[in-house]
């Protein structure tokens, strides 16, 4: 496990692709996607 974690820190790749990932997850609206889902399912 300490091996991954290393290879992921020291790998450009690897965290450019988890930035790109963690930027694509923040513009998300989660919350409010559940929220629209539990309405929708209590109204039908």
Same mark, same amino acid.
């Given at each position: 496990m300490v091996n991954g974690i290393q290879k992921a820190i =020291? @790998?450009?790749t690897i965290? %450019? $692709? =988890? =930035? %790109?990932?963690?930027?694509t997850i923040r513009a998300e609206d989660g919350m409010g996607e559940a =929220?629209? !889902? !539990? $309405? @929708? &399912?209590? &109204?039908t």
């Amino acid at each position: 496990m300490v091996n991954g974690i290393q290879k992921a820190i =020291a @790998d450009s790749t690897i965290r %450019q $692709r =988890a =930035a %790109q990932f963690g930027e694509t997850i923040r513009a998300e609206d989660g919350m409010g996607e559940a =929220a629209k !889902i !539990i $309405r @929708d &399912l209590h &109204l039908t």
